[in-house]
């Protein structure tokens, strides 16, 4: 749920981010951040994430360092993943909160039955009727309001790659197709279907599955969601699966390649709190190539994949490796 404090906004000052208190519902302080220049950046920063108030929590305790270090993550717009319980009032809350400061919030739709492979961030919708109610109620809460949705993150993937039984995949593509119908149905909202990242080097074979889920009814496709592949790769990975789908735009995430992917330990996990890795380019829709619509921080850097490496479980705040990828950032 989006607070209070977050609810009312943030006033944009400049391209200067301001960090003061705001008091939030439960009591304690989280910094209320000003929005990046619009026409550089046109998505909404949450004065309320993670990052944010672990800045404040630094700057209670005189640790202007760490409060440095993190600010670097907080002052940037970064996804807002739509949680199973309440998709509507969440939903609602960002958009209300992103309208209000003149921006557009970014959503990630992540719910999908069967998700993950039983992995870290296995879970997801009972079936498909409940995957299907959730996805109205998250159109509904969206409303007229303007957003940009990155649906799925791995389920074509996963799909296509095989680590998802192949029983599933009939009503997994109904799923999909049917969800990116229902989120264009609202007038403001913007539907990247994610398509995997550049360690998958055959998009010859992502095209017509990404067709089977959507991809032409979306505004284009996503690459790099929560992976580390350079933005250089990502760009030639994108651009070669676009050839397949008729020219069709893409976001890439660049939240944490600012190094690049890492090369050590298990092969099977080198995607999961991998270390010594960096934040890549800041948000923003200048991204010099036409058909790249944006680069996005999808994955909220400083969240874990999973409980690997000392992490905590698959999407709560690690706060130590938050501070590692802002100090390896150049």
Known sequence: MVRSCARAGAVAVGALLLLTACSSSDGDKAPRVAQQPKDVDPFWVNPDGSAARQVAAYRAKGDDAGAALIARIAEQPVGEWIGPENPESE????????????????????????????QFSKGG??????????VDKVARGIGDRGATVVLEP???????????????????????KKAVERLKGQPGVKVYLDAGNAGWQQPEALDEPL?????DLADGFAVNVSNFQTTAASKDFGHRLSAKLGGKHFVIDTSRNGSGPYGGGDPRETWCNPPGRALGERPTTRTGDPLVDAYLWVKRPGESDGDCKGGPKAGEWWAEYALGLARNTK
């Open 125 to 134: 919708a009972a079936d498909g009727n409940a995957y299907r109610a959730w």
């Open 211 to 215: 067709r089977r889920a959507g991809a």
């Open 91 to 118: 939903a609602k809350g960002f958009t209300e909160a992103a309208k209000k400061a003149d921006r557009t919030a970014l959503l990630v739709l992540y719910n999908i039955p069967h998700r993950d492979c039983g």
């Open 154 to 176: 791995d389920a074509v993937l996963h799909l296509v790659d095989g680590c998802t039984p192949a029983r599933f995949a009939e009503e997994r593509y109904d799923l999909l």
